[in-house]
């Protein structure tokens, strides 16, 4: 049988700050999956005085969360609360609630608290200080290691038992089942898998006869096939401030050159629709405006003023053109640029790009689909399972990047621990801890053995 880890070595002090949780008399709660939704269930139960395990089949912990750092880690959105909400289309009503209790100033404070202030960007997207998600999760390990919290690393989910127990694949492959008061399933959508979220869930949950929306790629890349000459030139690169139009849609922002098309978040924006385009016609075609703020005709009277035998590069060039947005036109239009002025705006403020479809859930950032909302009820637990709630991305939502998808796993997650703790009657109806945990007829934690101690 596998052995429970603290995520990192604890301290003598955080030894005794967690002595006060009685683990052999807490309920004991099982929370799968070590992203931001599982971490804050399991942060949640254990201060309404569970006993928390985590279990992740992964090395470590939010290998996902980590890589979203990478990219700045765009948490959460300083817009209006209603705008914010509305962000999430179809799910917007299903998910208000939980937002709300936990909405963007409280993800904010949360940061602060564990020593890591935000910002807000010129966009309204909100980041942390360092522009990373190391900081902040090493605070929060160490938070959660004082609550007593402990991991079950290299552990893997593989459904339940007839009894309802869970069933676990330890390092070893060893399979073993274990009882659990309650039960939060965290573990994700199925987008870039190989940082932990896989989709294996899908198969198990449906078995159990709960409906999950198909699950499929968003927020993803959309696929352009360049020229040699062009991908070898401009790989990597960015194109700063355009406006992607896609019939009546439009997304603003910076877009990079990608060996297969082009990421960025207003590529992201409108992926749903460039697919769905694609998958009925076969290719689709995708408008750039590469200067959103200069009106057509503004454009071509700047571009009238050009001397006779001048190149067009060295034209666009001095005219405040990078050599990746030349590339870019000479792509959209491959028969050669024009030379008459009108023409020439007209291609920079429409260059068509024919886009052959977005890219797959490998290289996706979110994931559209998951278990459905009618499933659940208000604390977010399963209708035909009570007892097992369901977090984060694993449920069916999706909103464009801008940190909806970050303060959703954080609400969901706070819901759904807040339900398991009710759920165990660690919380009254009104929320508030205050029973004894050591009064509960499941107060006997299935590892008093200390198999799982740390
Ligand atoms: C490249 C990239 C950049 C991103 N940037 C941003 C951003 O800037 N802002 C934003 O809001 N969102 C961003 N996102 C999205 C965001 O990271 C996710 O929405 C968020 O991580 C979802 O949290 P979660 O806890 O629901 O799931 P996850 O973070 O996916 O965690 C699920 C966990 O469950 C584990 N697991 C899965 N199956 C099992 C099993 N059978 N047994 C045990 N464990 C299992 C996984 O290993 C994983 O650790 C980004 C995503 C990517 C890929």
Not at 104 to 116: H, K, T, Y
Not at 149 to 166: C, E, I, K, N, P
Not at 263 to 272: C, D, F, K, R
Not at 332 to 345: F, H, S, W, Y
């Amino acid at each position: 049988m596998g052995q429970v880890h603290p995520p990192f070595a604890f301290s003598a002090a955080v030894r005794v700050e967690a002595a006060h949780i009685n683990a052999a008399a807490a309920p004991f709660c099982a929370v799968i999956g070590a992203g931001p939704a599982g971490l804050f269930a399991a942060e949640v139960l254990a201060r309404a005085g569970a006993r928390v395990v985590i279990y992740e089949h992964k090395p470590s912990p939010a290998r996902k969360f980590l890589m979203a750092g990478r990219g700045g880690l765009n948490i959460t959105h300083s817009e209006n609360l209603d705008r914010f909400v509305s962000r999430y289309g179809a799910a917007a009503k299903r998910l208000a609630p939980f937002v709300r209790a936990f909405p963007p100033q409280a993800l904010r404070d949360f940061c602060a608290e564990l020593g890591e202030a935000t910002f807000i960007g010129s966009s309204g997207r909100v980041f942390p200080a360092s522009f990373k998600a190391s900081p902040l999760l090493r605070g929060w390990l160490t938070r959660l290691g004082k609550l007593g919290v402990t991991f079950a690393l290299r552990h893997s989910f593989l459904g339940f038992a007839q009894d309802g127990a869970l069933r676990l694949r330890g390092p070893d492959g060893h399979e073993f089942s274990r009882a659990a008061g309650a039960v939060v399933l965290a573990l994700g959508g199925a987008s870039w898998p190989k940082l932990g979220s896989e989709g294996g869930w899908v198969g198990l949950l449906k078995a159990a006869g709960i409906e999950v929306t198909p699950l499929s790629a968003a927020n993803s890349g959309a696929l352009v096939r360049w020229s040699p000459i062009f991908r070898a030139d401009f790989e990597g690169q960015p194109i700063k401030t355009v406006l992607l139009r896609h019939g009546e849609a439009t997304a603003r922002g910076d877009m990079v050159v990608t060996a297969k098309g082009l990421e960025g978040g207003p590529v992201y924006a409108l992926s749903s629709r460039l697919r769905e385009a694609a998958k009925t016609d076969g290719a689709t075609t995708l408008l750039v405006d590469l200067r959103p703020d200069t009106s057509q005709v503004c454009l071509a009277r700047k571009l009238s003023r050009r001397p006779p035998k001048q190149s067009h590069a060295t034209f666009l060039r001095r005219a405040g053109f990078s050599k990746a947005e030349i590339g870019l036109l000479r792509e959209a239009q491959p028969e050669g640029l024009p030379r008459d002025a009108e023409a020439l705006a007209t291609l920079i403020k429409n260059a068509p790009l024919k886009v052959s479809g977005v890219a797959g859930l490998e290289r996706a950032i979110s994931t559209a689909g998951g278990v459905a909302f009618d499933e659940v009820d208000a604390d977010l637990m399963l209708r035909k399972m009570p007892g097992v709630f369901v977090a984060g991305e694993m449920l069916d939502y999706d909103a464009p990047t801008g940190g909806y998808l970050l303060q959703a796993a954080f609400a969901t997650g706070r819901a759904a621990g807040r339900g398991a703790a009710r759920y165990l009657g660690l919380l009254d109806a009104a929320g508030q801890a205050g029973l004894s945990p050591s009064h509960l007829p499941n107060s006997r934690a299935p590892e008093a053995s200390n198999k799982y101690s740390v």
